[in-house]
């Protein structure tokens, strides 16, 4: 992970079980919307949110590798893969501000997530310790969105929308279809498309 030289940092967290192209759209107009340095993904270690069994740690950081090395504006952090503990925002927030005093951080996520911030660990410190971009995935939840992100700003805390059209592509949906047989292939960069069909890793979720 090298940000050392950069000052406003986006960052992409979750399972990425598995990523997919719409991680990668969003990203990418999220750090040309609002001119940021680089994009930093960092793959969930063990969720406190998810009940289900996730594809290992060491394979989902090994799919965020593969979309990164192509694209300059896009990089990785193994912080949470590497983690024992579950991993919560805000602790991977304050480790790399400790690391990165100088760097703003803009924390990437999707209207759904923004929804239920407030289940978040301690959801009032992570917003206030750095900007807040949220894109919207689907146009029925467009007005919720919106009231949302006048609600955080009335409370004081900086949220902003990414200026994203409904892509409706979800990692849930993926393993959904792997699972029915179909074919999810143009959701997916080909590599790993291919590695989940020669591993079989959603065949038997």
Same mark, same amino acid.
């Given at each position: 992970?090298? %940000?050392?030289?950069? &000052?406003?940092?986006? %960052?992409?967290?979750? @399972? ?16 040309? /919307?609002?001119?940021?340095? !680089? ?6 270690? !063990?969720?406190?949110? !998810?009940? +289900?069994?996730?594809?290992? =740690?060491?394979? &989902? ?10 694209? =300059? ?7 949470? @893969? +590497? ?22 951080? /803009? ?28 894109? +919207? +995935?689907? =146009? ?8 949302? %992100? ?9 949220? &902003?929308?990414? =200026? ?12 959904? !279809? ?6 999810? &292939?143009?959701?997916?960069?080909? @590599? ?9 890793? /959603?065949?038997?979720?």
């Amino acid at each position: 992970m090298d %940000i050392s030289n950069c &000052r406003n940092i986006g %960052i992409m967290g979750g @399972s990425f079980d598995p990523i997919h192209i719409g991680h990668l759209a969003m990203a990418q107009e999220a750090c040309e /919307y609002f001119g940021l340095d !680089k994009i930093l993904f960092i793959p969930t270690g !063990k969720s406190p949110h !998810k009940d +289900r069994k996730m594809t290992s =740690p060491e394979k &989902r950081l090994e799919w965020v590798k593969t979309v990164v090395k192509d694209n =300059p504006l896009f990089e990785y952090s193994d912080y949470e @893969s +590497r983690k024992k503990t579950p991993s919560y925002t805000l602790e991977t927030i304050e480790y790399l501000q400790n690391i990165y005093p100088e760097v703003k951080f /803009y924390y990437i996520l999707g209207e759904d997530s923004l929804l239920e911030i407030e289940t978040w660990y301690r959801y009032e410190e992570l917003l206030s310790k750095c900007v807040f971009l949220a894109a +919207r +995935r689907s =146009p029925s939840w467009e007005d919720a969105l919106n009231k949302k %992100i006048q609600e955080l700003i009335s409370r004081g805390f900086d949220v &902003r929308e990414i =200026p994203f059209r409904f892509l409706e592509i979800s990692s849930t949906e993926i393993r959904g !279809k792997f699972k029915a047989g179909q074919n999810p &292939r143009y959701y997916l960069l080909q @590599s790993i498309y291919k590695d989940i069909l020669e591993e079989k890793i /959603y065949n038997e979720e």
